[in-house]
């Protein structure tokens, strides 16, 4: 009788806690919320960077670097938005003959990546300064890989971005944009809800981090639009279940047309 109580019990709360947890799923914010206010607080920047060292951070890393090395194992890239320049230093580990360029507009940042740079003894390959990616510090033509991590739903001008790429991209460069999407299945923006009121510093809770970048992200149809009403030409889109990427290899000649291939 006793046992049966307690199944009973289990069953019920079972039941309650998928409810509870479909009804605050069903009142997610549905629409893009593009707002970023107090993220520059060096509380804040120190909180997002305990979380870059947690596992499923380095497990991101690890996919991008591996990823985007494929695409290119040799030349010269850019990481836009490198924050303290972990995925510059996983992609010089990996690929030996590329020479990585990180930028971002805080010198914050850039200080912990200059750092980085000398401790991992990647400094040879691995250059750290200050860029905004609306106007990249690079000539024409002159890169062979550019990458990008969780900044996508920052750019206020994506697809100036995107042009910016194509611009310096040597014809048969590549690049990968990786991001959130704010579709992201039901499971994922669950556990992004959980991290966000429990498992995060108090800097980011204070910011709804990252629960935050998830209402900020864009949907997989509208990154497409993105990228087609840009100059980046060979681009096609990849879907995980809380991510999309950007990605592929311009041709010998841009065209709005050609993207999504």
């Given at each position: ?114 750092e980085l740079a000398l401790t991992s003894q ?12 609306l106007h990249l510090p690079f000539a024409e ?78 949907t997989a149809s509208e990154a497409m639009q ?36």
């Open positions: 009788m006793m046992r049966r109580a307690c199944l009973v019990l289990l069953i019920a709360l079972g039941t309650a806690m998928v409810a509870a947890s479909w009804l605050l799923f069903r009142g997610r914010v549905r629409d893009r919320v593009p707002g970023f206010e107090g993220l520059d607080a060096p509380d804040v920047a120190d909180g997002f960077n305990r979380v870059a060292l947690m596992p499923q951070m380095r497990l991101l890393r690890w996919f991008v670097a591996r990823r985007a090395s494929g695409l290119t194992p040799r030349g010269k890239v850019v990481d836009l938005g490198c924050g303290p320049g972990l995925l510059a230093i996983e992609l010089a580990r990996r690929a030996p003959e590329l020479h990585v360029t990180g930028i971002d507009l805080s010198d914050e940042m850039l200080a912990q990546a200059q990647q400094a040879e390959r691995v250059v750290f300064g200050r860029g905004d990616v033509g002159s890169l062979d890989l550019a990458v990008s991590t969780l900044s996508l739903h920052h750019w206020a001008e994506p697809v100036a971005v995107l042009d910016e790429i194509a611009r310096v991209l040597s014809a048969g460069g590549s690049f990968l944009i990786f991001d959130l999407r704010r579709d992201m299945i039901a499971p994922c923006w669950l556990l992004l809800w959980c991290v966000t009121r429990w498992a995060v510093p108090g800097a980011l809770r204070r910011v709804n981090e990252p629960l935050s970048s998830r209402d900020a992200a864009y993105i990228a087609a009403r840009s100059r980046l030409s060979g681009w096609h889109m990849r879907e995980g279940p809380l991510w999309l990427t950007i990605e592929g290899t311009t041709m010998e000649e841009v065209s709005h047309d050609s993207g999504g291939v």
